[in-house]
């Protein structure tokens, strides 16, 4: 009896401690870069495209998630279907380096492990994420880049393409413009918390319009554009990769919340308007957190995003200025 009452209290305030399923069942969020935009640069046809592709991946994961699916296979679908999209700069709609060819990196991380895989600079896999995931699964490796990653991806039942798969007139023409004047643009990414509660992300990119050969981006580098941990967040970034390589911008929100107990819209909002936004670090992240929490932030004018969770809290949007969830 002298036990019961302490024990009592024990449950009570274990009771009060928010669970991981408390908010919400699943969440997911996803985007197709960020820079900046303004609304003069487009027409409202072209808005409603970026819209139209966002809203289809989106809905994509959220019939997966709410069919009960991992976030590891939700963040890899959402992604494959952001790549097969033209208007997006990650698989077929991907830029081209300074000397005109395509050099694709993704990775993907799944937050229950810290287990990652990553491909960078490849020419003729159709779905880069795919062959993240399969550096991952099947490999010891982490980061497989150029041939090697095509020859590891072929071998394990990958599907490879002529590299005139990923000419689009809209990136060609681009890259002659950039030739002229520096210019980047956007990539794709996809963060989920599933039914269990566990975390992925998901990042993949044509990297930088215009950037030398050989060069590789943030999107790759676990850590930096990408970054999935259970006890924590899952983070996709977007922007200058220069800089999220630098600042380790995805772990480092992370960090700040294992280390400081910050709330995941502080730690994202200190590391992406923080430091991030003091250099050129101009763009932005998406990330969920254990709780199914959901985080859109920026520091530039726009960034393609759709979010959704368990509760029908969904939207897409393009430019800063309209609501976030
Ligand atoms: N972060 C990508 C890279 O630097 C580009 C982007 O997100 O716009 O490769």
Known sequence: MKYLLPLLFVAFLMSCQPSNQASTEWSIALHGGAGNMNRNGFTQEQIEQYEEGLQI???????????????????????RELENNPLFNA??????TNDGRNELDAAIMDGR???????????????PISAARLVMEQSPHVLLIGKGASKYSAENGIELVDSSYFYTDKRWHSLQRALQRAG???????????KNGDLAAATSTGGMNNK??????????????????NNTCAVSATGHGEYYIRYTVAHDISALMEYKGLSLKEAANAVVNGKLSNEAGNGGV???DKMGNISLEMNSTGMFRGW?????????????DEINQ
């Not at 994961?61 to 679908?77: C, I, M, R």
């Not at 492990?113 to 779905?127: R, T, Y």
């Not at 980047?184 to 599933?194: L, Q």
């Open 212 to 229: 030398r050969y050989g060069r590789v981006g943030d999107v790759p580098i676990i850590g930096a554009g990408t970054y999935a941990n």
């Open 91 to 96: 698989g077929k709609g991907a830029v081209f």
């Open 113 to 127: 492990d810290l287990n990652a895989g990553a491909v960078a600079g490849v020419g003729d896999i159709k779905n």
């Open 308 to 320: 959704a969770n368990s509760n029908g809290v969904e939207g897409v949007a393009i430019f800063r």
């Open 184 to 194: 980047k643009n956007g990539t794709v990414g996809c963060v989920a918390m599933d």
């Open 57 to 79: 991946a989106l809905d994509k994961g959220k019939k997966a998630l709410s069919e009960g699916q991992s976030s590891l296979d939700v963040v890899e679908l959402v992604v």
């Open 286 to 288: 998406i990330a969920v």
